[in-house]
């Protein structure tokens, strides 16, 4: 890829599965999108493989592809809609979490000769905290915990932040509360998880936002489209936009550039995970 400045390395997780991680995923990735970034949106979560499923697209070749030296990484990519690009997964690709280190040499190559720069990845993992889960999200410079008002979501969500805390050295959290009646009920659930992490975790948990519960979100998640394009105006809509913005406003930490890097970093974590 050459010299360019940071990619901006994202991970969007949760503890546990049904928050609409996938959904702020794409919304994320639409929304940056709609500010001139380049953006690659990296659908990471091996056991469920659903951005496609949530953008209507239908990968003919995927990751698995990749790593058989079938197709290079460039020859997989997804146009999506407004203007993002998806790097597709595919259900039960479980040797993911374990590759030999020929593969991991080949997948650290791909992802160096993409040919034309990104601005921001957005890595959609798995929930929980299987070795995958872990292994893509620690690689990430920045990590987005999706949280609902369940009292499984938050205790998932913590369990969570533990792990990536103790196993991976993960310091900093931005919480999104998804699925909120108000701004007020998102900010009780990060009290909540506060008064957890802060007593017993040396972590930074910090607000990101929240995003309202909407019929027009509803709907577009029917028709397999990003919100922030189909209904802009909605309230969904526009706290997912605002929500992209302070994201914007934070310059990426300068940690290394392109692509190869991040997964270098996710191999040296899967080491720690393994």
């Not at 994202?10 to 919304?27: D, L, M, P, Q």
């Not at 979560?45 to 079938?70: M, Y």
């Not at 034309?116 to 959609?124: E, H, K, N, R, W």
């Not at 040396?202 to 922030?228: H, I, T």
Request: glycine share 8%; hydrophobic share 45%.
């Amino acid at each position: 890829m050459g010299e360019q400045a940071p990619t901006n390395v994202i991970a969007v997780t949760s503890g546990k599965g049904g928050v609409g991680k996938t959904n702020v995923s794409v919304n994320l990735a639409a929304a940056l999108a709609r500010q001139g970034q380049s953006v690659l949106l990296f659908d990471a979560d091996l056991s469920l493989a659903n951005v496609d499923v949530a953008l209507g697209l239908r990968p003919k070749w995927d990751i698995s592809h990749v790593l058989s030296g079938e197709k290079t990484l460039q020859e997989i990519l997804l146009p999506g809609p407004g203007g993002i690009t998806v790097v597709p997964a595919s259900s039960g690709v479980a040797r993911m979490a374990n590759l030999a280190p020929a593969e991991q040499a080949g997948l650290v190559q791909a992802f160096s000769e993409l040919e034309q720069p990104v601005d921001t990845l957005i890595v959609d993992t798995g929930a929980g905290i299987d070795p995958t889960v872990l292994t893509f999200t620690s690689a990430c410079q920045r990590v987005i915990v999706v949280v609902c008002d369940e009292p499984t979501s938050l205790t998932d969500a913590y369990a969570l932040i533990k792990v990536l805390n103790r196993d991976c050295g993960v310091k900093r959290f931005d919480i999104l509360a998804n699925m909120m009646d108000s701004e007020w009920q998102g900010r009780q659930l990060l009290a909540k998880l506060c008064n957890v992490t802060d007593t017993y975790l040396d972590v930074n948990v910090r607000w990101l936002g929240s995003v309202p519960r909407d019929e027009y979100l509803r709907k577009a998640v029917q028709a397999q489209r990003a919100v922030v394009l189909e209904y802009p105006r909605s309230s969904s809509a526009r706290a997912l936009l605002e929500i992209a913005a302070r994201i914007s406003a934070e310059p990426p930490q300068p940690m290394g550039g392109g692509m190869a890097f991040f997964i270098e970093r996710m191999l040296a974590a899967r080491e720690k995970t393994g």
